[in-house]
């Protein structure tokens, strides 16, 4: 098991910004890649951004522009750097992270973010 801490959530206005960042407990001596997803009430869980082990990146294209992943490997740590939040960014974003070559996965708890307009 991997556990997962995540925090940053909140409530904020349309415009605004969040910054949302996921902690791995414990010792991590594999290569992992870390991301960020969410779901929106009646939604599919989907996308946000990943960034693997050596520092690639990828976007839905909905936050292209605005948000920005990053991660710190001596802390095990993991941020979302939010932009310009919209009304239809408002979810439960999770964090997870992917072990390789295992593939095995996990993911945090979920933290509320809600955009108002």
């Known amino acids: 098991q991997v556990p997962l801490v995540e925090s940053g959530g909140g409530l904020v206005q349309a415009g605004g910004s969040l910054r949302l960042s996921c902690a791995a407990s414990?010792?991590?001596?594999?290569?992992?890649?870390m991301g960020w997803y969410r779901q929106a009430p009646g939604k599919q869980r989907e996308l946000v951004a990943t960034?693997?082990?050596?520092?690639?990146?990828n976007y839905a294209d909905s936050v292209k522009g605005r948000f920005t992943i990053s991660r710190d490997n001596a802390k095990n740590t993991a941020y979302l750097q939010m932009n310009s939040l919209k009304p239809d960014d408002t979810a439960v974003y999770y964090c997870n992270l992917v072990l390789s070559p295992s593939g095995r996965g996990y993911w945090g708890q979920g933290t509320q973010v809600t955009v108002s307009s």
């Open positions: 960034i693997t082990g050596g520092g690639r990146i």
């Open positions: 414990g010792s991590m001596n594999s290569i992992y890649t």
